[in-house]
């Protein structure tokens, strides 16, 4: 219970949407959940306020500490604000967990400037500018750890037609790997998790098959879930994993170590 005691952690999309299987949270969630509970302070970062106050409630009903930041990380004066929130409120950064995504859908031949310039934005500057305005603090303290989300997706085509998503997840990986090697000299890490086909509340609407094809055809033949994510996160903001930097990890039941036609009878079982 004790793996982040003392740190101070942003999380950015920190918010749970009202889904109809309460069990269900987002990757932010879960993740500040988990963070408080190894002993970390949080401020939590999400554009929906109800949504963030699902996640901080839970946080103070088991004794955590968290405050919340309303924020469009699409603007990168309100990343600043949120990272000088941190400081205000506690004295000090530790671990920016950059989390906040959003969906773009379509081949090549199919987008559309609006939803391409939205996607990128949301997606893939706020992780920048986030970054630019934590790394400083962080190394100001000591050091810190900078956690990024991309997706399978950003490493190769992946289930779904979605040119704008997969080249926003690719971005973060490049920015991961390029930060870790300009900050590495400030003590500051900066890794990638690449989650697989999890279930979360962002994709709650998935039909049940879908489901079922995605659990099928991942080597471990399991879901995962939200959780699943957070446990990597807390890993990797932990000094546990005080030498790792740089890094991508997939978190996808295997999947992505495979070729299609290695697992393609899995589809049969």
Known sequence: MNRLKDKIAIVTGAGTRDVEDKALRGTGSATAVLFAREGAKLILADIDRENAERTRRTIREEGGAAEIVIADVSEPAQCRAIVEAAVEHYGKLDILFNNVGAYGAGLVTEIE???????????????????????????????????????????????????????AKGGIITLTRHTAVHHGRENVRVNCIAPGHIHTTFVAQLPEETRERRRKIAPLGTEGNAWDIAWTAVFLGSDESRWISGVVIPVDAGLFAATPLAVVDNLND
């Open 113 to 167: 400037e609006g939803s391409w310039d939205r996607m990128m934005d949301v997606g893939l500057k706020s992780m920048a500018f986030l970054c630019k305005y934590a790394i400083p603090k962080m190394a100001a303290s000591g050091g810190g750890s900078v956690i990024n989300i991309s997706s399978i997706d950003g490493m190769r085509a992946g289930y779904s037609r979605n040119i704008p998503y997969s080249v």
